[in-house]
């Protein structure tokens, strides 16, 4: 069965970090890209960060040097580190398997975690 199970998430503070980790079983890791998504309410999912089978990283604009994704093989776990966090990067944060082609679509991904909630507050 395949699984991707995120957690790390919780309540900070602007400025403040977390760490989200996903967790992967069921399928060959290597052989997917690993992407980070997220959903605040009332808005369509947006794709944050992704970690391509090749080793290449992609991250949407307004993430780019606050986040950083990254990959454990042993663990079969990615990770995305968030650092100075704003109000604007609350919402559930999701974890998705797929072929990579399009990083930032959910519909390039082919299964998905339940998500975890980020709340920043001011």
């Known amino acids: 069965e395949v699984q991707l199970v995120e957690s790390g998430g919780g309540l900070v503070q602007a400025g403040g970090s977390l760490r989200l980790s996903c967790a992967a079983s069921g399928f060959t890791f290597d052989d997917y890209a690993i992407g980070w998504f997220r959903q605040a309410p009332g808005k369509e999912r947006e794709g944050v960060a992704c970690f391509t089978t090749s080793g290449y990283s992609y991250y949407v604009d307004s993430v780019k040097f606050r986040f950083t994704i990254s990959s454990d093989n042993v663990k079969n776990t990615v990770y995305l580190l968030m650092s100075s966090l704003k109000p604007e990067d609350t919402a559930v944060y999701y974890c998705?398997?797929?072929?990579?082609?399009?990083?930032?679509?959910?519909?390039?991904?082919?299964?998905w975690g339940k998500g975890t909630l980020v709340t920043v507050s001011t």
């Open positions: 998705a398997a797929g072929d990579g082609s399009r990083w930032s679509d959910p519909v390039a991904f082919d299964y």
